[in-house]
């Protein structure tokens, strides 16, 4: 073994190796198996007076979350030349294409969720900040719209704004941004959600179905994700301007959202057992959609997602390329119905528009979604029957009503919902808003989120593909 790639180290009494490769640090013990630790999963390594400390995140069986692990032992006093070339250049590969040391302002709403998010963080999330030796700046949010408040002042030396929360402190951060006195430059700090409200979409779409609602991998993306340009949607509405990032929903997708608020303490839970009791009832959504549509043909759409999802390295490498931005907002530009647009006045059960595949862990809401493609997509479910809504439920989480024939799916620059009655439920990324006439449209890549993967981490497959 050549010596400058490995150190051995003394602890317990035995004789432990680490040695690196391109893509894992392995640490091979005596009488005990390797330890494969991939280079993305280490947090810190340094040698002080003559000892080796290394911090990394590991599985301690498969299936289980990612820990905390710190390693450390003297160095054999034949290794100590090399040591300290060796460390750094661990932590260049550990580091490749990533600030080390980020600057991280904090938001820990309190009461979001099971109301868990103080001791989440204190206990799983701080620990790994520190690890990896990042500055924090900390702040528990007290007040509704106190995440809007700070994020409308925020300094613009941040690498990142953290959500410790579900996905409403989020709008409440980008609605922010987006009133600071530079928007634009504003919006390319990267947000990046640890999950610990009752909807954690985003952490969903970002991080995958199985590291979704693990902590320390949404601390890790924070550490070492890289920014990832996401559309944002203006929602409009009786003269005010609002930003949406993730979806807008009317009917029953709204009901079930903000009619268990009471169940919070339920988690995730709480969304399936709100769409039974919808099905159940059934309650027609008295609505008008009108639709700027971009596409509408299920196929071509499903082909299409399968044939732009890029490689991580092909992203990363796009990192440095994107628009410098300015100091204003995008104006709208769909204020107006013309030929282009369609109305759809079938009766439905729900409309359901956004960007993210998926809506919570039981659901793949929107299987065709991208997060720059300057589109967003639109649900509109009809009123079919109880039995089809139920089966509708089979392997949800692959995305499988996409292909139902109630299921209306558009690609839209825009639509506009007028509703027919004075009660309804509607909400925007989760929160409530009156139940009047709206119009959503697009700017492409106007925020910014970190990311492991440089794309939404979900896979649709497509039946017969």
């Given at each position: 073994m050549d010596d400058s790639k490995h150190l051995r180290v003394v602890a317990s009494g035995g004789i432990s190796t680490f040695s690196y490769n391109g893509s894992t640090l392995v640490i091979q013990r005596l009488d005990k198996k390797n330890l494969d630790v991939p280079l993305r999963q280490v947090l810190w390594v340094q040698y002080v007076e003559q000892a080796l400390e290394v911090?990394?995140?590991?599985r301690k069986k498969p299936g289980a979350p990612l820990s905390l692990v710190k390693a450390r032992g003297a160095v054999h006093k034949d290794d100590r030349p090399h040591a300290t070339e060796w460390v750094e250049a661990l932590m260049d590969a550990a580091y490749q294409g990533t600030k080390r040391n980020r600057h991280l302002k904090v938001l820990v709403n309190p009461k979001g969720?099971?109301?868990?998010?103080?001791?989440?963080f204190r206990k799983k999330v701080e620990p790994i900040f520190h690890a990896a030796q990042c500055s924090l700046d900390v702040t528990y949010t007290r007040h509704p719209k106190h995440a809007y408040a700070l994020a409308k002042e925020l300094s613009l030396d941040y690498d990142a704004v953290v959500t410790?929360?579900?996905?409403?402190?989020?709008?409440?951060?980008?609605?922010?941004l987006a009133q600071h006195t530079q928007p634009r430059r504003?919006?390319?700090?990267?947000?990046a959600p640890i999950p610990t409200g009752s909807g954690n979409g985003l952490s969903l779409n970002l991080l995958g179905i199985e590291d979704g609602f693990d902590l320390a991998a949404a601390a890790l993306n924070v550490i070492k994700g890289r920014p990832m340009k996401t559309d944002l949607f203006s929602f409009t509405q009786n003269g005010n301007r609002h930003f949406s990032f993730m979806s807008q929903a009317v009917g029953l997708m709204a009901d079930l959202d903000l009619g268990t608020e009471s169940l919070r303490w339920m988690g995730d839970t709480r969304f399936l057992l709100g769409f039974l009791r919808g099905v159940l009832r059934f309650k027609p959504c008295p609505v008008t959609l009108s639709i700027k549509v971009a596409e509408r043909d299920k196929v071509k759409m499903a082909e299409y997602i399968r044939s732009v999802q890029p490689k991580d390295d092909e992203i990363h490498r796009q990192e440095d390329q994107l628009d410098q931005p300015h100091d204003t907002l995008p104006p709208l530009k769909h204020s107006d119905l013309d030929e282009d647009w369609i109305s759809l006045d079938t009766p439905l059960l729900y409309i359901y528009a956004?960007?993210?595949?998926y809506v919570g862990r039981d659901l793949m809401q929107f299987p065709v979604s991208l997060p720059d493609d300057g589109l967003i997509d639109v649900v509109a479910q009809e009123l079919t029957s109880r039995g089809d809504m139920l089966k509708a439920m089979d392997e949800a989480e692959k995305g499988a009503p996409y292909w139902m024939e109630g299921q209306h799916y558009f690609k839209a620059y825009a639509y506009r919902v007028t509703p027919h009655s004075l009660k309804g439920c509607l909400a925007v990324d989760g929160e409530a808003y009156p139940?009047?006439?709206?119009?959503?449209?697009?700017?492409?890549?106007?925020?910014?989120?970190?990311s492991p993967h440089g794309r939404y981490a979900s896979e649709f497959v497509v039946p017969g593909r």
């Amino acid at each position: 073994m050549d010596d400058s790639k490995h150190l051995r180290v003394v602890a317990s009494g035995g004789i432990s190796t680490f040695s690196y490769n391109g893509s894992t640090l392995v640490i091979q013990r005596l009488d005990k198996k390797n330890l494969d630790v991939p280079l993305r999963q280490v947090l810190w390594v340094q040698y002080v007076e003559q000892a080796l400390e290394v911090h990394f995140l590991a599985r301690k069986k498969p299936g289980a979350p990612l820990s905390l692990v710190k390693a450390r032992g003297a160095v054999h006093k034949d290794d100590r030349p090399h040591a300290t070339e060796w460390v750094e250049a661990l932590m260049d590969a550990a580091y490749q294409g990533t600030k080390r040391n980020r600057h991280l302002k904090v938001l820990v709403n309190p009461k979001g969720g099971q109301g868990k998010a103080v001791s989440a963080f204190r206990k799983k999330v701080e620990p790994i900040f520190h690890a990896a030796q990042c500055s924090l700046d900390v702040t528990y949010t007290r007040h509704p719209k106190h995440a809007y408040a700070l994020a409308k002042e925020l300094s613009l030396d941040y690498d990142a704004v953290v959500t410790v929360s579900g996905d409403g402190l989020i709008h409440e951060v980008i609605n922010g941004l987006a009133q600071h006195t530079q928007p634009r430059r504003a919006l390319t700090i990267p947000i990046a959600p640890i999950p610990t409200g009752s909807g954690n979409g985003l952490s969903l779409n970002l991080l995958g179905i199985e590291d979704g609602f693990d902590l320390a991998a949404a601390a890790l993306n924070v550490i070492k994700g890289r920014p990832m340009k996401t559309d944002l949607f203006s929602f409009t509405q009786n003269g005010n301007r609002h930003f949406s990032f993730m979806s807008q929903a009317v009917g029953l997708m709204a009901d079930l959202d903000l009619g268990t608020e009471s169940l919070r303490w339920m988690g995730d839970t709480r969304f399936l057992l709100g769409f039974l009791r919808g099905v159940l009832r059934f309650k027609p959504c008295p609505v008008t959609l009108s639709i700027k549509v971009a596409e509408r043909d299920k196929v071509k759409m499903a082909e299409y997602i399968r044939s732009v999802q890029p490689k991580d390295d092909e992203i990363h490498r796009q990192e440095d390329q994107l628009d410098q931005p300015h100091d204003t907002l995008p104006p709208l530009k769909h204020s107006d119905l013309d030929e282009d647009w369609i109305s759809l006045d079938t009766p439905l059960l729900y409309i359901y528009a956004g960007q993210g595949p998926y809506v919570g862990r039981d659901l793949m809401q929107f299987p065709v979604s991208l997060p720059d493609d300057g589109l967003i997509d639109v649900v509109a479910q009809e009123l079919t029957s109880r039995g089809d809504m139920l089966k509708a439920m089979d392997e949800a989480e692959k995305g499988a009503p996409y292909w139902m024939e109630g299921q209306h799916y558009f690609k839209a620059y825009a639509y506009r919902v007028t509703p027919h009655s004075l009660k309804g439920c509607l909400a925007v990324d989760g929160e409530a808003y009156p139940f009047e006439e709206f119009q959503v449209e697009v700017h492409p890549k106007l925020a910014t989120l970190l990311s492991p993967h440089g794309r939404y981490a979900s896979e649709f497959v497509v039946p017969g593909r």
